[in-house]
């Protein structure tokens, strides 16, 4: 899949979302990307997956790792077009951890894969935690980057959709100072 495709289908089911909304990394945005909407849709997920897995496929990758909540559905159809395991991160007294008995095996090389990166850290998160366990974190797959490329995670990111979209702090936001009622988006309660 190309950019152009991979847009067209997140337009066509309605995950592109325009207004005010409050993102999980506690910035204000003009937009919002509900990749639920796509990826409700399990034909989409796996040909969004294929794509992804497709630009990793030189990387001898061992294992797929994603954060808990899209991370999962990620990981799970990136690492079933790999052939590897895929296993997911979760929050453990408020710091990413791996849980239910999953293992990283050291010098393991690790794929993680994120839904949408606007700052990346859930991202940089999971990537402590492949370090943590002695993994290789060799690639970071994304299915939007909307960091505008600020998003640096000191191995390569491969993206299959780029929006540059403004992110605001709360004191600076010009849709707070129109009075513009804010939709509170995300996983994270903040």
């Excluded at 994603?66 to 395991?85: D, F, M, N, S, Y």
Aim: with cysteine.
């Amino acid at each position: 899949m190309n950019e152009a495709e991979v847009r067209q289908l997140f337009v066509e089911t309605g995950a592109i979302l325009e207004g005010h909304f409050l993102l999980t990394s506690g910035l204000h945005s003009p937009l919002y990307v509900e990749k639920f909407q796509v990826l409700q849709y399990p034909k989409h997920t796996e040909r969004l997956c294929a794509a992804l897995a497709k630009r990793f496929e030189e990387d001898n990758i061992e294992l797929v790792v994603g954060p808990v909540t899209g991370g999962i559905i990620l990981a799970h159809e990136v690492g079933k077009h790999l052939g590897t395991r895929a296993i997911f991160t979760e929050r453990e007294n408020g710091k990413m951890a791996l849980r239910r008995g999953f293992v990283i095996e050291p010098g393991q090389r690790v794929l993680v894969v994120e839904d949408i990166v606007t700052t990346g850290g859930s991202v940089k998160e999971v990537i402590d935690v492949v370090c943590e366990q002695g993994g290789i974190p060799v690639g970071v797959g994304i299915l939007v980057d909307r960091s505008g490329g600020k998003a640096d995670f000191g191995i390569p990111a491969k993206a299959l959709l780029h929006l540059t979209v403004p992110t605001y702090q709360t004191d600076d936001c010009p849709l707070c100072q129109e009075g513009v009622a804010i939709t509170k988006r995300g996983s994270r309660k903040l």
